[in-house]
């Protein structure tokens, strides 16, 4: 391709570039058009903490949050803490 003077010369010599583009989407099968994990205050789950230590936990508090879900957790002996739905290992 060749770019002059804000115009793009060569775009339909190139082959099959539409689908290059569409063949870049997910299927509907993909993990991307799943539905998401539901959570619910109560559940018993495994949790991934900061330094990699697995602990069992109880779910307090489902909060969504426009940075994704977050869950309030309980575990070990009156510990608390506030994490990222994504580091739940089991459930």
Known sequence: MVFSGGVVRG????PNISA???????????????PKKEFAVGDKIKVSMHGGQIV???IK???E???G????IDF?????????ARQVVED
């Open 20 to 34: 290059l583009i569409f063949s870049q989407r997910p299927d509907d099968e993909s993990d991307s058009m799943k």
């Open 69 to 72: 879900l977050k869950l309030q």
């Open 65 to 67: 949050e426009t940075d």
């Open 76 to 84: 070990g002996h009156e510990q608390t803490a506030l994490i990222h």
């Open 61 to 63: 508090a489902v909060i």
């Open 56 to 58: 069992d936990a109880a």
């Open 11 to 14: 775009l339909m010599s190139t």
